[in-house]
Nanobody, 118 residues
Framework: QVQLVESGGGLVQPGGSLRLSCAAS????????MGWYRQAPGKQRELVAS???????NYVDSVKGRFTISRENAKNTVYLQMNSLKPEDTAVYYC????????????WGQGTQVTVSS
């Protein structure tokens, strides 16, 4: 099993920045993909960004140019730098891990609230 602990959410004004962190522990496979999903009230959970152990990244179109995902493999930690935040970015952000055979081992963090409001 893999445990994920998130930090860094909070309240920020439009145009501001936040940095989310997610530390993984437990039975971590050397090749894995970690990412961030978000879920706003009344909406489905969506993938925001993901990054492989090799550094390949993927972003949802709405955050391209504003958010940057990165990771420190030695620390099993993934980050999401969020700049130029908009009210529509308000959601609970969840850290996610995929690893193991066929990336079938999936873990989720507990979620951290991000609120963008003046």
């Amino acid at each position: 099993q893999v445990q994920l602990v998130e930090s860094g959410g909070g309240l920020v004004q439009p145009g501001g920045s936040l940095r989310l962190s997610c530390a993984a522990s437990g039975s971590i496979f050397g090749v894995n993909v970690m990412g961030w999903y978000r879920q706003a009230p009344g909406k489905q959970r969506e993938l925001v960004a993901s990054i492989s152990t090799g550094g390949s990244t993927n972003y949802v179109d709405s955050v391209k140019g504003r958010f940057t995902i990165s990771r420190e493999n030695a620390k099993n930690t993934v980050y999401l730098q969020m700049n130029s935040l908009k009210p529509e970015d308000t959601a609970v952000y969840y850290c996610n891990y995929h690893g193991g055979p066929g990336f079938s081992i999936v873990s989720w963090g507990q979620g951290t609230q991000v609120t963008v409001s003046s």
